[in-house]
């Protein structure tokens, strides 16, 4: 079946520090990728899409990359700030007959403390 | 524009009671997405449909769970009759429908049973 797997948090890092968290994803075909951010008692908003292999989302100093050949999407930002933050989703889109129904992954924790 | 918009925020009721959940759609969106969140089992696609229709009901956890769409812009969940076990909070998103097209998410209703 088709799943999302993200790194366990919670990550915990000091403002200014680099970002990194892990998705990989199990799919058939070509699926569409995503990543939410749910800020404290807010429900998740849309972070960046990708929707081919080697496409680049980014927003608001956020990045990542759809990589096939590795089945990955990892998110990334270089400074981190106190606002950042958030639970963290990674997302994908594998059937658009089926609509806009998303797989997501478990969620990731981050915190920056200042 | 507004988003979508449930209610209530918050309910707290015992267990055996009806709950009702609200939801309203963002105008000229015609996907609409109830979801559970828990600490334990994370994020859960309960149901959606398209254009008022239910297309994917497979994550409804028991018959004692019910969504309907009386109209193109409004949803509602009940749980009848309720459970501890159903405390978690619920979210309901909306999108257009189209390739790619983003879910945008309400706040959510966080909900405890007694």
């Known amino acids: 079946g088709n799943s999302v797997t993200q790194m366990e948090g919670p990550v915990t890092l000091s403002e200014e520090a680099f970002l990194t968290i892990n998705c990989t994803y199990t799919a058939t075909g070509y699926p569409s990728l995503f990543w939410y951010v749910q800020y404290p008692g807010e429900g998740l908003q849309l972070l960046l899409k990708a929707t081919k292999a080697d496409d680049k989302g980014s927003n608001k100093g956020f990045e990542a990359t759809y990589r096939k050949e590795t089945t990955s999407f990892h998110l990334e930002k270089g400074s981190v700030q106190v606002s950042d933050s958030a639970v963290y989703f990674c997302a994908l889109r594998w059937d658009k007959a089926a609509g806009n129904k998303l797989t997501f992954g478990g969620g990731t924790r981050v915190l920056v403390k200042p | 524009d507004a988003g979508v918009i449930q209610s209530p925020r918050h309910e707290v009721t015992e267990m055996g009671q009806e709950v009702t959940l609200r939801c309203k759609l963002i105008?000229?969106?015609?996907?609409l997405f109830w979801y559970r969140q828990t600490m334990m089992r994370g994020l859960e696609l309960l149901i959606y449909?398209?254009?008022?229709?239910?297309?994917?009901d497979s994550g409804m956890p028991e018959d004692r769970f019910s969504a309907k769409m009386p109209n193109a812009s409004f949803s509602t969940l009940k749980i009848q009759p309720s459970e501890p076990r159903d405390s978690a909070v619920y979210f309901c998103?909306?999108?257009?429908?189209?390739?790619?097209?983003?879910?945008?998410f309400g706040d959510g209703t966080r909900l405890s049973i007694l």
């Open positions: 449909f398209n254009n008022n229709v239910p297309i994917d």
């Open positions: 998103a909306s999108s257009r429908t189209g390739p790619d097209q983003p879910q945008h």
């Open positions: 105008s000229g969106h015609n996907s």
